[in-house]
C-alpha cells in the first residue's frame, strides 16, 4: 500500500495528541517496512513547522512532504472546506489518506480514515478554546460523512464517536497509545532535593490542576513538593505560586521520563480525556498512579490505580496517601498494566483497517 498520513500537527511543541501521532507512525512505519509499503508523511505549513517536523519525525522511515506556506491554518483551513484540489494533485496516487484535526484534505480515491482523540469540544465547549471548537467541530462533521474508517485512542472514545456523531461502530476501531523507549525502570532519576508528587498536564480548565493544588495543601506534608510538568495553556490559571509547588515547565521525554522515575506517586485529576497517556508512561516508568475515576480513563489505569473523585479535593488527598503507603504493590500493577501498550501495536490497527476498508 502506499498510505498518506497527514502530521501537520507536529509543526507545534509537544502534547498528547502530537506524541500520539508521533508514536502511532513510528509504529505503522515498522509495520509497512515489513510489508512492502510506502508512507509519505506529508504537511501543509509554516516556515517554523518545515524545521520541527523534521525534527520530530527523525528517525522514523517515511516519505515526507512539506510545503513551506505563510498563515498556514488559513490554507489548511481553506483546502479542507473548499474541497479541491484533491490531495493527489501533491502526492500523487495512494491507497490510504490519514488525515489529523487540523484539515481534511479532499481525495479523489483511496480509503479515508482519521484520528479521533476525544469529543471534548462537543461535549464541553466550555473547557476548549473558539478556535479549537470551530477546527475541530467542522472535522468531526466531515469525518462522519466521508470516512471509511475511523480510529479511536480507547474503546471509551470509539463509543462516543459512535453515540455522537451517528458514525457506525464496526467501523471505529480502537489504537490505544503505546508507551515511549523513555519511559521504563531503567535509566537515572530526577533529583529535586525532597520527595515530590508529579502532575502532567497543560495548564488548562479540563486538567483541573487547581483541584489538585487544594488536595496538596490538605495534605499538609511539609516535606513534600507537588512538581508540575506542562505548558501554559489557555484560561483561568491554576493558583502554582504556592509553598511547595514547584512549576517546572515543559520538558523533554527524556527528562520527564527520569520524573516519573523519581515521583513519590503521579496524580492526574483531569475531568475528561481521550485516553490519558501520562498515566501509563508513568506505570511504564514504575511510579504509583492516582487518577481521575471518570470513565475515559478506565483503559489507561485498568486495576492499576487510585481512582479519586476529581471534583474533591479531599478526595484525591486521600488516593494520594493510599497510593504512597501500597506504593510496590502499585508498582507491580502498574508495571504489568504498562506492558500491554505499544506503539507497534497501534500501527498494525492502522494498517490492518486501511486494508479491511479497502
Known sequence: MRIAFDVSPLSHERTGVNNYIRGSL?????????????IVAFAPTSPAGRR??????????????????????????????????????????????????????????????????DLVPLHHPEWTTPRTRSMHGRKYRNAARTCDVMFANSAFTADDVTATLGFARERVLVAHPGIGAEFTTT???????????L?????????????????FRLLDEPDLVLAVVGGAGW??????????VSRLGRVSDEELGRLYRGAAAVVYPSRFEGFG???????????????????????????????????????IAAGIRDALGRRDELRALGLAHAAGFSWRRTGEVFRGGYERFA
Open 277 to 315: 497517556m501520562p498515566v501509563t508512561e508513568a506505570m511504564a516508568s514504575g511510579a504509583p498512579v492516582v487518577a481521575s475515576a471518570h470513565p475515559s480513563l478506565d483503559e489507561a489505569c485498568g486495576d492499576a490505580a487510585v481512582r479519586v473523585d476529581p471534583e474533591r479535593p479531599e478526595a
Open 199 to 215: 502532575t502532567v498536564a497543560t495548564l488548562e480548565p479540563r486538567k483541573n490542576l487547581g483541584t489538585l493544588v487544594e488536595a
Open 235 to 244: 484560561g483561568p490559571q491554576p493558583e502554582l505560586d504556592r509553598p511547595g
Open 187 to 197: 535509566g537515572a532519576v530526577a533529583d529535586l532535593g525532597v520527595p515530590y508528587l
Open 52 to 117: 520541527a517536523i523534521p525534527e520530530a519525525l527523525a528517525g522514523i522511515d517515511v516519505e515526507l512532504r512539506l510545503v513551506s506556506l505563510p498563515f498556514a491554518h488559513g490554507w489548511r483551513s481553506a483546502w479542507s472546506v473548499l474541497g479541491h484540489p484533491a490531495a493527489e494533485r501533491w502526492l500523487g496516487r495512494f491507497d490510504a489518506l490519514h488525515f489529523s484535526d487540523w484539515m481534511y484534505p479532499p481525495q479523489r480515491a483511496g480509503v479515508r480514515a482519521t484520528t479521533i482523540h
Open 26 to 38: 513510528s509504529g505503522l512505519a515498522a509495520v509497512a517496512a515489513e510489508r512492502g509499503d510506502e
